[in-house]
Protein backbone atom coordinates (compact mmCIF):
# COMPACT_ATOMS: atom_id res chain seq x y z
CA UNK A 1 0.00 0.00 0.00
CA UNK A 2 1.37 3.41 -1.15
CA UNK A 3 1.57 5.57 1.96
CA UNK A 4 -1.00 8.80 0.94
CA UNK A 5 0.45 12.03 1.26
CA UNK A 6 -0.77 15.69 0.21
CA UNK A 7 -2.59 17.19 -2.70
CA UNK A 8 -2.87 20.76 -3.93
CA UNK A 9 -5.80 21.10 -6.38
CA UNK A 10 -5.92 24.13 -8.24
CA UNK A 11 -9.35 24.60 -10.34
CA UNK A 12 -10.65 28.21 -11.79
CA UNK A 13 -12.36 28.83 -15.69
CA UNK A 14 -10.08 27.77 -18.53
CA UNK A 15 -7.88 30.90 -19.25
CA UNK A 16 -7.84 32.22 -15.37
CA UNK A 17 -4.13 31.49 -15.27
CA UNK A 18 -4.19 28.48 -13.46
CA UNK A 19 -1.50 26.58 -15.69
CA UNK A 20 0.89 29.42 -15.59
CA UNK A 21 0.79 29.51 -12.04
CA UNK A 22 1.32 25.55 -11.06
CA UNK A 23 3.68 25.66 -13.91
CA UNK A 24 5.18 28.19 -11.76
CA UNK A 25 5.21 26.27 -8.43
CA UNK A 26 6.91 23.47 -9.98
CA UNK A 27 9.76 25.30 -10.98
CA UNK A 28 9.71 27.04 -7.48
CA UNK A 29 8.47 23.82 -5.21
CA UNK A 30 10.76 20.67 -5.57
CA UNK A 31 8.50 18.35 -3.43
CA UNK A 32 5.98 19.11 -5.86
CA UNK A 33 4.69 17.05 -9.07
CA UNK A 34 2.53 17.66 -11.50
CA UNK A 35 -0.43 15.30 -11.97
CA UNK A 36 -0.97 13.97 -15.36
CA UNK A 37 -4.31 14.00 -16.30
CA UNK A 38 -5.51 11.75 -19.15
CA UNK A 39 -7.73 13.21 -22.11
CA UNK A 40 -9.52 12.41 -25.37
CA UNK A 41 -8.52 15.77 -26.56
CA UNK A 42 -6.49 16.00 -29.24
CA UNK A 43 -2.84 17.41 -28.32
CA UNK A 44 -2.19 21.50 -28.34
CA UNK A 45 0.86 23.60 -29.77
CA UNK A 46 3.91 21.95 -28.58
CA UNK A 47 1.91 19.53 -25.41
CA UNK A 48 4.15 16.04 -25.18
CA UNK A 49 2.06 13.04 -24.48
CA UNK A 50 3.14 11.71 -20.79
CA UNK A 51 3.90 15.69 -20.20
CA UNK A 52 1.50 17.26 -19.98
CA UNK A 53 -1.15 14.69 -20.57
CA UNK A 54 -1.94 11.38 -21.49
CA UNK A 55 -3.20 11.85 -24.61
CA UNK A 56 -5.66 8.36 -25.23
CA UNK A 57 -8.73 7.84 -27.66
CA UNK A 58 -12.63 7.62 -26.36
CA UNK A 59 -12.02 3.67 -26.54
CA UNK A 60 -9.44 3.32 -24.46
CA UNK A 61 -10.84 6.02 -21.87
CA UNK A 62 -14.18 4.11 -21.74
CA UNK A 63 -12.71 1.14 -20.96
CA UNK A 64 -10.54 2.89 -18.25
CA UNK A 65 -13.81 3.76 -16.94
CA UNK A 66 -15.09 0.29 -16.81
CA UNK A 67 -11.94 -0.72 -14.95
CA UNK A 68 -12.44 2.25 -12.37
CA UNK A 69 -9.22 3.36 -13.21
CA UNK A 70 -10.25 7.27 -12.45
CA UNK A 71 -10.74 8.94 -9.17
CA UNK A 72 -12.39 11.46 -10.75
CA UNK A 73 -13.55 12.02 -14.34
CA UNK A 74 -15.87 14.63 -16.71
CA UNK A 75 -17.05 14.96 -20.15
CA UNK A 76 -15.74 18.53 -19.09
CA UNK A 77 -16.58 20.10 -23.40
CA UNK A 78 -19.20 18.04 -25.34
CA UNK A 79 -17.68 14.57 -26.66
CA UNK A 80 -14.55 15.34 -24.50
CA UNK A 81 -13.26 13.49 -21.46
CA UNK A 82 -10.84 14.70 -18.83
CA UNK A 83 -9.76 11.83 -15.51
CA UNK A 84 -7.41 11.60 -13.03
CA UNK A 85 -5.88 8.15 -12.90
CA UNK A 86 -5.62 6.41 -9.83
CA UNK A 87 -2.13 5.43 -10.50
CA UNK A 88 -0.91 8.71 -10.97
CA UNK A 89 -1.23 9.94 -7.77
CA UNK A 90 0.11 6.60 -5.80
CA UNK A 91 2.87 7.30 -8.54
CA UNK A 92 3.88 10.62 -7.28
CA UNK A 93 3.19 9.94 -3.64
CA UNK A 94 5.43 6.70 -3.69
CA UNK A 95 7.79 9.07 -4.36
CA UNK A 96 6.81 11.00 -0.75
CA UNK A 97 5.96 13.83 -3.11
CA UNK A 98 2.76 16.19 -2.70
CA UNK A 99 0.52 15.65 -6.17
CA UNK A 100 0.00 19.29 -7.65
CA UNK A 101 -3.59 19.54 -10.06
CA UNK A 102 -4.52 21.51 -12.91
CA UNK A 103 -8.17 20.53 -12.98
CA UNK A 104 -11.70 21.78 -13.74
CA UNK A 105 -13.80 22.99 -10.88
CA UNK A 106 -16.11 20.01 -10.48
CA UNK A 107 -13.30 18.18 -10.68
CA UNK A 108 -11.39 19.75 -8.26
CA UNK A 109 -14.20 19.79 -5.32
CA UNK A 110 -14.52 16.36 -6.22
CA UNK A 111 -11.00 15.52 -5.11
CA UNK A 112 -11.96 17.99 -2.29
CA UNK A 113 -14.22 16.09 -1.04
CA UNK A 114 -12.64 13.12 -1.85
CA UNK A 115 -9.27 13.81 -0.02
CA UNK A 116 -10.87 16.34 2.83
CA UNK A 117 -7.55 16.61 5.36
CA UNK A 118 -5.19 16.10 3.03
CA UNK A 119 -6.16 18.76 -0.07
CA UNK A 120 -5.53 22.43 -0.38
CA UNK A 121 -8.15 23.41 -2.98
CA UNK A 122 -7.36 26.94 -4.62
CA UNK A 123 -10.19 28.62 -7.20
CA UNK A 124 -8.23 31.04 -9.16
CA UNK A 125 -10.15 33.93 -10.23
CA UNK A 126 -10.08 35.77 -13.25
CA UNK A 127 -10.16 39.82 -12.96
CA UNK A 128 -13.57 39.34 -15.07
CA UNK A 129 -15.39 37.57 -17.50
CA UNK A 130 -14.62 39.95 -20.25
CA UNK A 131 -10.70 39.73 -19.69
CA UNK A 132 -11.32 35.75 -19.77
CA UNK A 133 -12.57 35.98 -22.97
CA UNK A 134 -9.89 38.03 -24.16
CA UNK A 135 -7.67 35.59 -22.78
CA UNK A 136 -9.52 32.68 -24.28
CA UNK A 137 -9.57 34.29 -27.58
CA UNK A 138 -6.16 35.65 -27.81
CA UNK A 139 -4.77 31.82 -27.30
CA UNK A 140 -5.94 31.30 -30.41
CA UNK A 141 -6.36 26.92 -30.31
CA UNK A 142 -9.43 26.91 -30.41
CA UNK A 143 -12.12 26.94 -33.21
CA UNK A 144 -15.42 29.37 -32.43
CA UNK A 145 -17.54 26.81 -31.14
CA UNK A 146 -14.86 25.53 -28.50
CA UNK A 147 -14.71 28.77 -27.60
CA UNK A 148 -18.32 29.54 -27.36
CA UNK A 149 -18.60 26.15 -24.82
CA UNK A 150 -15.69 27.80 -23.05
CA UNK A 151 -17.14 30.93 -22.65
CA UNK A 152 -20.50 29.15 -20.93
CA UNK A 153 -18.68 26.98 -18.75
CA UNK A 154 -16.03 29.77 -17.62
CA UNK A 155 -19.74 31.36 -16.88
CA UNK A 156 -21.09 29.11 -14.64
CA UNK A 157 -18.08 27.92 -12.69
CA UNK A 158 -17.30 30.96 -11.07
CA UNK A 159 -19.91 30.86 -9.30
CA UNK A 160 -18.44 27.78 -7.78
CA UNK A 161 -15.45 30.09 -6.66
CA UNK A 162 -17.11 30.24 -2.55
CA UNK A 163 -16.42 26.25 -2.44
CA UNK A 164 -12.94 26.14 -2.54
CA UNK A 165 -10.63 26.68 0.88
CA UNK A 166 -8.85 29.74 -0.98
CA UNK A 167 -9.96 31.87 -3.22
CA UNK A 168 -6.99 33.64 -5.35
CA UNK A 169 -7.36 36.83 -7.35
CA UNK A 170 -5.41 36.42 -10.81
CA UNK A 171 -5.49 40.38 -11.60
CA UNK A 172 -1.51 40.22 -12.13
CA UNK A 173 -0.17 37.05 -12.75
CA UNK A 174 3.64 38.12 -10.70
CA UNK A 175 1.43 39.19 -7.75
CA UNK A 176 -1.12 35.66 -8.15
CA UNK A 177 2.28 33.31 -8.93
CA UNK A 178 3.81 35.00 -5.95
CA UNK A 179 0.91 34.69 -3.63
CA UNK A 180 0.41 31.06 -4.51
CA UNK A 181 4.02 29.96 -3.38
CA UNK A 182 3.10 31.37 -0.33
CA UNK A 183 -0.07 29.68 0.21
CA UNK A 184 1.58 26.29 -0.96
CA UNK A 185 4.50 26.68 1.32
CA UNK A 186 2.72 27.10 4.27
CA UNK A 187 0.49 24.25 3.32
CA UNK A 188 3.31 21.66 2.99
CA UNK A 189 4.90 23.49 6.43
CA UNK A 190 5.46 20.77 9.33
P1 LIG B 1 -7.58 22.18 -21.56
O1 LIG B 1 -8.26 21.53 -22.73
O2 LIG B 1 -7.63 23.70 -21.64
O3 LIG B 1 -6.18 21.64 -21.32
O4 LIG B 1 -8.41 21.78 -20.26
C1 LIG B 1 -9.76 22.05 -20.17
C2 LIG B 1 -10.18 21.96 -18.73
O5 LIG B 1 -10.11 20.60 -18.26
C3 LIG B 1 -9.28 22.78 -17.81
O6 LIG B 1 -10.10 23.47 -16.89
C4 LIG B 1 -8.44 21.73 -17.14
O7 LIG B 1 -7.97 22.15 -15.89
C5 LIG B 1 -9.45 20.59 -17.01
N1 LIG B 1 -8.84 19.31 -16.70
C6 LIG B 1 -7.60 18.88 -17.00
N2 LIG B 1 -7.39 17.66 -16.52
C7 LIG B 1 -8.54 17.29 -15.87
C8 LIG B 1 -8.93 16.12 -15.13
O8 LIG B 1 -8.19 15.16 -14.95
N3 LIG B 1 -10.18 16.12 -14.63
C9 LIG B 1 -11.04 17.16 -14.79
N4 LIG B 1 -12.23 17.05 -14.21
N5 LIG B 1 -10.70 18.27 -15.47
C10 LIG B 1 -9.46 18.33 -16.00
Request: with cysteine.
Amino acid sequence: MTKEGKLIIFSAPSGAGKTTIVHHLLKKIPNLEFSISATTRPSRGDEKNGKDYYFISNEEFLHRIAKKQFVEFEEVYTGTFYGTLRTEIERIWQKGKTVIFDIDVEGGLHLKRKYDGQALAIFVQPPSLAVLKERLTARGTDSIEKLNERFIKAEKELDYAPQFDIILKNYDLQTACKEAEELVRNFLAP
